[in-house]
Each structure stands twice: as structure tokens, then as C-alpha cells.
């Protein structure tokens, strides 16, 4: 691989923009913008640097001053949970899933890291329209409705705290064409703000999911859907928790 593209995958691995980036590296945004296309060579040692950079600093609590929108927490269970604060969708009704589905199209080509098991998780180019309109998305009604369309600000996180990696079942003969070696599934979790009539935030709803996961014939880990969202029966976590 060559070093463009690998300090544009490095890049793109932490969520951040070019400018974000660039603040929390150090490095000019015209060189970055040089060096990812290629106009200009950095030394061979500087992927390095990033790639440990990015692996041994606490890449979320730089994410979360760059992006109030989203944050993670661990639960007094030692468990994480992404909140999402960047609410797209307040009414369970009327969501178009034709604007999700465009929305969902900048991450085509990006990869997250799952942090349990160091499994980089792409998103191809199938995602945004199984996501937007599979039959789950479909079926999903109320709150998990709504849960699922918020969903997409914090794709990227929900990959990243994903646990419990079991191999999943060939969903209606898929196996042939978009997962020649097979599926997997993740669990993963996501709060959601509820506002009183002042609009000031009260509590979060914690919701439950799946990651659904396709190995390609070029051995890769592609994003297909993320399903089965419900919301948890506890007690949700109030306002003053998360502070």
C-alpha cells in the first residue's frame, strides 16, 4: 500500500476531518491534503508515528472535543455505551429513509476498528441502501424506529465499542455472492436524548443492537446492517449521570 493511502486510511480509521485531524496532530492541513493526494511524499518512518499515535492516545476523548455530538461511556457494568446528542429525527414519523440512505453514502470506503477484537470493518458501497431499506429497517416501528435513523450519526462508534463476536446464519443464501466466508454479528449500544417540554435533556433511552457483518471474497469485514435495535427494559440513564 502506498503511503498516500495509508495516511488517508489513518485518518479516516479516527472519524475526523482533515482540519480535526490536523489539530490533533500537528500537521499542517496542506501538507495532510499534499500527502493524501500525493503530490508530496512524507518520510516512510511518519505512517508509523500515526498508526501509534492513534492506537496508544485516547482517540474518543479528542473525538469529543471535536464533536460534542457524540461521546462513550462505560456503565457501572464496565460496558460502553455511545450517547448521541445530534438528534436528526425527533418525530417517529415521516423519516426518509431516501435522505438516510444519501446521508449514509460519505462513509462508503471508510474502515472502523473493532477495539475487542482489532477487526477493521468496512463500509462498502451495499451498506446504505440494505441500512435505509432492508426488511428490518422495515419492520422496525415506535422508538426503534427512530432509534435506528439516529443511529447513523454515530456509526463509527457503535462499530468501535462492538462485543460478543459470534458467527451468525447464511441470511436467505447470501453466502454465494456477498459473504462468500460467512457472516458474523456484534453487539453493541447507543443512548438517546428524551427532552422535557422545556427542552431541556431529562434522561437517555438505552437501546440494544446488532451489527450485521460480511466477509467478502477479498477476505475483508464489510458493515451490512445494523439489526434487531431494541430498547432496554432498565432504568435509563438520567441526565446528571453522564455529566
Known amino acids: 500500500m502506498d503511503i498516500a493511502k495509508t495516511i488517508k486510511e489513518l485518518r479516516e480509521s479516527t472519524g475526523m476531518s482533515r482540519k480535526d485531524f490536523?489539530?490533533?496532530?500537528?500537521?499542517?492541513v496542506r501538507t495532510l491534503e499534499d500527502w493524501?493526494?500525493?503530490?508530496r511524499t512524507p518520510p516512510e518512518y511518519i505512517p508509523k508515528l500515526l498508526a501509534y499515535q492513534i492506537k496508544f492516545e485516547d482517540i474518543k476523548a479528542v473525538k469529543k472535543k471535536t464533536n460534542d455530538a457524540i461521546s462513550i461511556i462505560t456503565d457501572p457494568e464496565g460496558k460502553k455505551i455511545v450517547l448521541i446528542?445530534?438528534?436528526h429525527f425527533k418525530s417517529?414519523?415521516?423519516i426518509d429513509w431516501g435522505k438516510i440512505e444519501q446521508y449514509l453514502k460519505q462513509y462508503v470506503g471508510r474502515y472502523y476498528e473493532i477495539l475487542e477484537t482489532s477487526e477493521r470493518v468496512y463500509i462498502g458501497t451495499d451498506f446504505p441502501d440494505e441500512y435505509s431499506h432492508s426488511r428490518d429497517t422495515k419492520n422496525s416501528k415506535g422508538a426503534n424506529k427512530k432509534a435506528k435513523a439516529n443511529a447513523?450519526?454515530?456509526?463509527g462508534e457503535l462499530i468501535e465499542i462492538a462485543t460478543d463476536k459470534a458467527e451468525s446464519q447464511d441470511f436467505e443464501g447470501k453466502h454465494g455472492?456477498?459473504?462468500k466466508y460467512g457472516w458474523y454479528r456484534y453487539n453493541t449500544r447507543f443512548g438517546i436524548p428524551v427532552y422535557n417540554e422545556e427542552d431541556v435533556l431529562e434522561r437517555y433511552n438505552i437501546f440494544r443492537a446488532r451489527i450485521l457483518v460480511r466477509r467478502d471474497k477479498d477476505g475483508k469485514l464489510y458493515l451490512y446492517d445494523i439489526v434487531t435495535i431494541k430498547r432496554e427494559t432498565s432504568t435509563p440513564l438520567e441526565s446528571k449521570t453522564v455529566r
Open 85 to 87: 446528542n445530534d438528534i
Open 36 to 39: 493524501e493526494a500525493g503530490r
Open 22 to 28: 490536523s489539530e490533533y496532530t500537528g500537521i499542517p
Open 92 to 94: 417517529r414519523r415521516s
Open 152 to 155: 447513523i450519526a454515530a456509526l
Open 177 to 179: 455472492n456477498k459473504a
